[in-house]
Each structure stands twice: as structure tokens, then as C-alpha cells.
């Protein structure tokens, strides 16, 4: 098919994400619940494989696309779309129906690194004329190098553990979880979340660092939702959370926060994170809402404070 398999293939491989379009027609906290789940399954796309598997077989006739090849070729691309997602933070349901979401938190859910090289030799490839053996080279040339790349996040994230594994240690701080995650864009500064009893202990640590990893304490405070715990909504948070959030009250507003995407500000005395929901009550019915405070300045103020907190401390 020449450079228009990857026309398809860019098609194909946005359509696992195209469940943020159906979200839009339903509550934004059951959008959220659902964002990489069947749409990023494993029935999903031997369900759709086949399917698009013909229409390229009709489209595509002149060239002589058989059947097996093109179903193949869709899944290939689906699957490694899912697969992908699966080394970011926010977890894919590869095994729908079942509930358990798998994720490595090895790379942020944009990198550079990643995406530009495998971006180059893939233009390069397109650049050769289809008898030219030198496209194939290329094209294989970038998933090597991307993947290889993809792995290693995975030696990285191991080593950065052991950082913070050690300074937990000498700090002799006992934790029942930890999951150590990349900032935006790079993986030489790192953050960590430390499961205790009673709270959470977030740090963070960069390759440049010259001296001991600082952590910082934040209470659990479940108690503030005690009496409302088997609410349907709150059920659905700490699913969405995967068990990780706290209970924080600012200006008479209770808010629950997912600590998995870190915190926007750091100021103990005011923390604010990156997903908050404010828990209301109304005529019996508990209710959330995502406060909408994320806009461009803060974006701005916080990839400036990442970009020098990444230079050491």
C-alpha cells in the first residue's frame, strides 16, 4: 500500500481513544472512569480487527490486500496503541471486562525522546520509493530505536526506586506502597508516592541532585468521608484513584484528591492537586464535581518550577 498504510495506520491507531468523544455525552466522573477501558481492551480489538480488516481489503483490492494480512496489519496497530499507554501513568484495562488496570509508570504520556526519533526514520522511510529496501531498514530503524528507548524508562524507573527505596530506609520511614512515576516530558527528574498507615509521603528526584531526597507528609483524613464512604460516587473516586487519594477541606468545600498524577503545588500548608474533586450533598444524594484548576498560567508556572528542579537541588 506505500505511505498510505501509514495514512491508515494513523487512523486505526487513533480510534482506541476516541472514547473522550463519547464522554462527552455522559457525566465527566464516568468519562473518566472509562477513558482506556474497553475501548483499550483486548475483546475490543479482536472484535474490531476483522472488521477493519475487510474495509482495507475493499479499499484497497487494486493493490491485492488479502483478508488475513489487513486484519492482521488493524490489530497490530491497535494492540501496540494499548500496549504503549500501558508504560504511562494512567493505567489500561487491557483484560476488560475485568477491573484491574495495568500500568508501569515508566515514561510520561508525552516524551520527546520517545516520540521525534521514531518520528525522523519514519519519515525517512517515507521519503524511499517502494521497491527501495533502504524503507524497510529505516522503518525498522525507528521502532528499535523507540522501543528501545521505552525500555529504558523501565532500567531508569528501577534505579530511581532504589534511590528512593534507600532514602526512605535512612529516613526510617515503613511504607505499605510505593510507585515511582517521571515528570512531564523527561525521565531525569522523577516523583514518587510512599503509601503509609496514616497519609502519604511524596518526594521528588533528579539525576543532578547533589543532596538527600526531601520528602513531604500528606494525612490520608479518610475519616472527613466516613459517613458517606458507601455513597455510589465515592465508590467510583477510589476506584478511579486506584486506592490513592486523601481528604483535604479548603473554604468549607470537601474535596476529594487523586494523588496519582501528583500535586500542582507543593506548599504544605495548601497543597493543590493536579486532580481534585469537590464532594457535595444534595437532598440525600452525594455528588462530585473535578475542580477546573488547570489553565495555561499555572501549566506554565509548573513546567517552569519542573524545568528547574530538574537541573538538581
Known sequence: ???????????IGTIPDLDVLYGKFIDPLTATDIHRGFSHSLVFFLILSPILGWILQKVEHKQK????EATLFSYLILQTHALLDLFTTWGTQLLWPLETRFSLQSIFVIDPLYTLPFLFFLILSMKK???????????RTGLIVSTSYLFLTLIVQSIV??????????????YQEIVVKPSPFNIILWTTNVKVTNGYYIGDYSFFDTKPIQFQFIPTQKEMIDNIEDAAVIKQLKRISEGWYCITQKENQLLFNDLRFGVMNTDSTDFQFSFSYQITEEKGEVKAMELPNKNREQAK???????VRLWGN
Open 1 to 11: 500500500m506505500g505511505n498510505k498504510a501509514i495514512l491508515y495506520g494513523a487512523i
Open 65 to 68: 490486500v488479502n483478508f488475513k
Open 129 to 139: 520509493k517502494k521497491q527501495d529496501t533502504k524503507r524497510m531498514f529505516w522503518n
Open 161 to 174: 526506586l532504589q534511590k528512593f527505596e534507600k532514602q526512605l530506609e535512612q529516613n526510617k520511614i515503613s
Open 301 to 307: 508556572k509548573l513546567l517552569g518550577k519542573l524545568w
